[in-house]
């Protein structure tokens, strides 16, 4: 099941202390009851919402770098990891599965230009006539 995002929690929060029920908020969201719950016991605890720090490592990228990589294949589709890579600026180099990584994350998918069918000598020929043809 998907994580509820920080906005989706806050809203949520509003509706539990507005009175709305769990279970109408658990509809609305598509989350199961013990999310809603946990979110509702954190709040009272802590007074926030926010995630709490995790282990693991840390990210190579830094969020101006997510925003490059992102932007940069809304740019052109057609781009592959490695290129970008290459582009990134800093000392540091990432690799090619860190920018896919990115790339999912920001809900962008991988895409291939479309290679019509071979063209013969003879479909050239064709081609040209008819444009000659056509153009007069």
Do not use: C, K, Y
Not at 81 to 101: E, F, I
């Amino acid at each position: 099941m998907a994580r509820l995002s920080r906005e989706d929690r806050q809203i949520a929060l509003g509706r539990l202390q507005a009175g709305q029920s769990q279970s109408a908020i658990v509809r609305h969201f598509h989350v199961s009851q013990s999310t809603i719950s946990r979110l509702w016991v954190r709040f009272q605890a802590t007074g926030s919402v926010a995630d709490l720090p995790r282990a693991g490592r840390p990210r190579a990228t830094t969020a101006a770098h997510d925003r490059f990589i992102r932007l940069r294949h809304l740019r052109n589709r057609f781009l592959s990891a490695s290129s970008s890579v290459q582009a990134l600026p800093g000392p540091h180099r990432l690799s090619d599965q860190t920018v896919r990584n990115r790339l999912h994350e920001a809900g962008l998918r991988a895409r291939r230009p479309h290679r019509g069918a071979v063209l013969t000598r003879r479909h050239r020929q064709n081609r040209v006539q008819w444009g000659n043809q056509h153009l007069r």
